[in-house]
């Protein structure tokens, strides 16, 4: 069974970074396209972007184009969120999981479970 780690996370200003990390084991990691999710408070959980596993292709939804980078490292089974700029409303609990194509923010974790996620809390 895949176990997923999340970690990163913590408390920062708008318009500061951050950068989560997410440790995968007990997979194949490199075969799965990956994504990062937030869930807001009192929301559902939502994808912010993903990552193919072929060719390392991101998506990104609209509102975190230019700001967010995801990226992956296969040989370390880990994948990455890197934010700048980040904004009040970006507070939330943010997991990642494995992602079926093709990416909306609708898409649902694909792994049959979740980590516990890393809580990121931006303050005005």
């Known amino acids: 069974q895949v176990q997923l780690v999340e970690s990163g996370g913590g408390l920062v200003q708008a318009g500061g970074s951050l950068r989560l990390s997410c440790a995968c084991s007990?997979?194949?990691?490199?075969?799965?396209?990956m994504g990062w999710f937030r869930r807001a408070p009192g929301k559902e959980r939502d994808l912010v972007a993903a990552?193919?596993?072929?060719?390392?292709?991101?998506y990104y939804v609209d509102s975190v184009k230019g700001r967010f980078t995801i990226s992956r490292d296969n040989d370390k089974n880990t994948v990455y969120l890197e934010m700048n700029s980040l904004k009040p409303e970006e507070t939330g609990v943010y997991f990642c999981?494995?992602?079926?194509?093709?990416?909306?923010?609708?898409?649902?974790?694909?792994?049959?479970?979740w980590g516990q996620g890393t809580q990121v809390t931006v303050s005005t």
């Open positions: 007990g997979g194949t990691f490199s075969v799965y396209h």
């Open positions: 999981n494995s992602v079926l194509l093709a990416f909306s923010a609708n898409s649902k974790g694909n792994f049959g479970s």
């Open positions: 990552i193919t596993w072929t060719d390392g292709k991101p």
